[in-house]
């Protein structure tokens, strides 16, 4: 079994599918583990605020098919396979981590969005902490802690999971 994480993210009736995505993710994978919910504000384009969040995961599943599953999971919740990439969107679900795996095929893990990203990192350090980070080594904890956290906007919120 590999433990898998996965960034979670919507800024169109967000509510409603960052619901779905917990609930069809659970369909394919069976118990998850849920970081708290965080808005932020759009990053690289002008829209509407994000609520985000990082799901954990045990599967038997390869990367590529993991990778697959959430591609058809965002494509049966509306999300348009022709929108740009800095863009609104119902829902983007991205692998961050499998176990230590380091590759760039099928996708590239892990994903460089955990350093960059506030709402990705600080969900992930949330729920794996003491998980260290396949190139740097650094725990996700140790990794918010050092984290530009003025670079962007983030706040967790209080979110009804029914």
């Given amino acids: 079994m590999a433990r898998i994480y996965i960034s979670v993210g919507s800024n169109i009736n967000p509510q409603h599918y960052v619901r779905e995505a917990r609930r069809l993710l659970a369909e394919v994978f069976g118990e998850l583990s849920l970081s708290p919910v965080y808005e932020s504000e759009a990053v690289g384009f002008d829209g ?3 609520l985000n969040l990082v799901i954990g ?3 038997d599943l390869d990367v590529a098919q993991v990778v697959a599953q959430c591609k058809r999971i965002e494509l049966e919740q509306g999300r348009d396979p022709q929108a740009r990439k ?3 969107r119902t829902l ?3 692998l961050l981590l499998y176990d230590q795996c380091v590759c760039t095929v099928p996708v590239e893990l892990p994903r460089a969005e955990i350093v960059k990203n506030a709402f990705v990192l600080w969900p992930l350090a949330d729920l ?3 998980t260290q980070h396949p190139l740097t080594g650094l725990s996700f904890a140790a990794m918010w802690q ?3 956290k003025q ?3 983030l706040w967790p919120i209080d979110f009804n999971w029914n």
């Fill in 57 to 59: 995961a045990d599967t």
């Fill in 151 to 153: 670079s962007q906007k």
């Fill in 48 to 50: 509407g605020h994000f």
């Fill in 146 to 148: 050092a984290f530009d």
């Fill in 86 to 88: 800095f863009s609104s």
């Fill in 128 to 130: 794996a902490p003491e």
């Fill in 92 to 94: 983007d679900l991205d």
